[in-house]
């Protein structure tokens, strides 16, 4: 069983993947929050101070039942961007509200037959593609020709064939 630890997370607004030589190697912690309904646990990155809105992950594996003979792993992510604070006329600040949030929800359907090995081959081409970890053809690793997920989630462009 995987125990809940913290979890330390690179990342930058270029997407680019950071290193160990780079300073600070991680900028971002989620420490974990336990269950919040049975079977789903919860990491959240409490950096922002404010007690509303937080970064969150939650994590949740459904093991086979009689009707189902497959392993049901959803990882949900999601980032809030907390509402302007405008004064209110009596001069007392309004608490924070969360405006609207990013989210990202991911099922993985893994049958009780399969492997290991197919199990983590499916993980690291998903790692792949999210990545745009993809060569090129010509054997260059070129993200211009990388994983369309990119441009539709950077710039909601639809694929196109």
Request: glycine fraction near 6%.
């Amino acid at each position: 069983m995987a125990t809940q630890a913290a979890i330390l997370v690179a990342s930058n607004a270029s997407g680019s993947v950071k290193t160990a030589s780079t300073t600070p190697a991680y900028d971002t912690t989620f420490s974990p929050d336990g269950q919040v309904i049975p079977g789903v646990y919860r990491w959240v990155d409490r950096s922002g101070g404010i007690p509303v809105g937080y970064p969150t992950m939650t994590l949740s594996v459904r093991r086979p039942t009689k009707g189902s003979r497959v392993y049901k792993i959803v990882r949900k992510l999601s980032i809030p961007t907390l509402a302007d604070v405008s004064y209110a006329s009596s001069g007392l600040t309004p608490p924070q509200q969360v405006d609207h949030s990013c989210q990202k929800t991911e099922e993985w359907i893994l049958p009780e037959a399969s492997t290991e090995a197919e199990r983590l081959a499916l993980l690291y081409l998903d790692r792949c593609f999210a990545s745009s970890n993809i060569v090129t053809s010509d054997g260059s690793a070129n993200q211009d020709t990388g994983s369309p997920l990119l441009a539709a989630i950077q710039y909601l462009e639809p694929v196109s064939g």
